[in-house]
């Protein structure tokens, strides 16, 4: 049965289980009806489900013979793990949206956990990507003062930023603010992007 972080969706019974609810998460086999389970016989039951909360999230089944001389355990497993993505937010700020050529600029970039009552799990690794505008050149002090006075770690590989942050993010919190100083080298229109990821321990990655 899913925990109340997953949304029920449905479930697929075996074919051959004609006394079954598609819409529910429990179901009656009747031998009279279906026949007899023989030694050996296997079934597949699939739950279908959507996460409604991030985080980490445990499904668990029970089965239950009603009048059976030998019922058996519920097997070596009856719960299984189950991780949910997160919802992270990413904002970017500048100080000055109209600067002169060769003026310093300093953009601020924000990452938040936007749930009001589920912290990100531990085991993962949030990396913030931050892509400068050829226009622009990097003050590398200012990176130099994220790892020395931040708990990011940041590196530089040409144009590209890259903030990395390993633990968790509390319930409707945001992190350390990433404050990136450039020099403006081109009139004109320039762009700094950024975008953030999470990596699960399992491998899983969450933008």
Do not use: R
Request: aromatic share 4%; proline share 8%; charged share 10%.
């Amino acid at each position: 049965m899913p925990s109340p972080e997953l949304g029920f969706v449905s479930t697929d019974w075996p074919s051959t289980w004609t006394n079954c609810d598609s819409n529910s998460l429990s179901c009656n086999y009747d031998p009279s009806i279906d026949g007899p389970i023989n030694p050996g016989d296997q079934f597949q039951i699939t739950v279908n489900a959507v996460g409604a909360d991030p985080g980490m999230h445990l499904n668990c089944y029970a089965i239950d013979l009603t009048g059976a001389s030998n019922e058996p355990p519920n097997g070596n497993n009856p719960c299984v793990s189950v991780i949910v993505g997160h919802d992270v937010s990413i904002e970017k700020t500048v100080n000055n949206s109209t600067p002169q050529l060769g003026d310093l600029v300093e953009f601020t970039v924000t990452v938040s956990n936007n749930l009001s009552s589920i912290d990100a799990p531990p085991g993962e690794t949030i990396t913030v990507t931050d892509v400068l505008d050829s226009g622009l050149a990097l003050d590398i002090s200012s990176i130099n003062a994220l790892n020395s006075n931040t708990p990011w770690t940041c590196t530089v590989s040409g144009s590209t930023i890259t903030c990395s942050w390993g633990g968790a993010i509390a319930a409707t919190t945001a992190l350390d603010p990433i404050v990136i100083n450039a020099f403006v080298m081109d009139p004109g229109t320039l762009e700094n992007c950024a975008s953030v990821s999470i990596s699960l321990a399992n491998g899983l990655v969450d933008d």
